[in-house]
């Protein structure tokens, strides 16, 4: 094959704004998350188990959504642990949208806004059997820590962490 032969398709622009975490598009991802996390992990929940909600923004805290023309595609949070610490949470990017650096865009902003709010370190978990996120979460530097808070002695977790450099 030629390179005349090939085809280059380019995404609409990417637009990743900070939101109150209870945006209605917010909690739509956040709904859209908690179904396929059901599907991958049906152990782990009841079937008539309510779903998820995002609490209020704290101090020093960032939530995001990503949008393509209009349309929401993905999220992802900075919560704050403590005064030099953050967790990145509710990384998720729809089906639709995968592998378009939808998840990559929004992991370099929450690491750039860390940075920005004089976080120092960043953790976050994932799921065992959500290997595209632990090969994003490595190629972009984190690297694979012990358990931490809720997650310890929880074989469905991976969690990871990453040191911030200006």
């Not at 380019?10 to 900070?18: K, R, S, V």
């Not at 998350?33 to 779903?51: N, T």
Request: glycine content about 8%; some cysteine.
């Amino acid at each position: 094959m030629s390179q005349s032969d090939w085809t280059v398709i380019d995404a609409p622009p990417l637009i990743i704004e900070a939101v109150d975490p209870r945006h209605l598009q917010a909690l739509a991802l956040l709904g859209e998350a908690a179904i396929e996390a059901r599907a991958l992990y049906p152990e782990l929940f009841a079937p008539a188990s309510p779903l998820p909600t995002n609490p209020p923004l704290g101090e020093r805290e960032v939530y995001l959504l990503a949008w393509r023309e209009g349309v929401s595609v993905g999220c992802g949070a900075l919560r704050r642990i403590d005064a030099a610490n953050g967790e990145i949470r509710r990384m998720f990017v729809t089906r639709q949208a995968r592998r378009e650096g939808v998840a990559r865009a929004l992991l370099a902003r929450l690491e750039a806004d860390a940075l920005a709010l004089g976080y120092r370190r960043l953790v976050l978990e994932t799921g065992i059997k959500q290997k595209p996120a632990m090969a994003l979460y490595r190629a972009a530097g984190w690297r694979r820590i012990k358990p931490y808070g809720n997650f310890v002695g929880d074989a469905s977790s991976v969690c990871f962490g990453k040191t911030l450099r200006p």
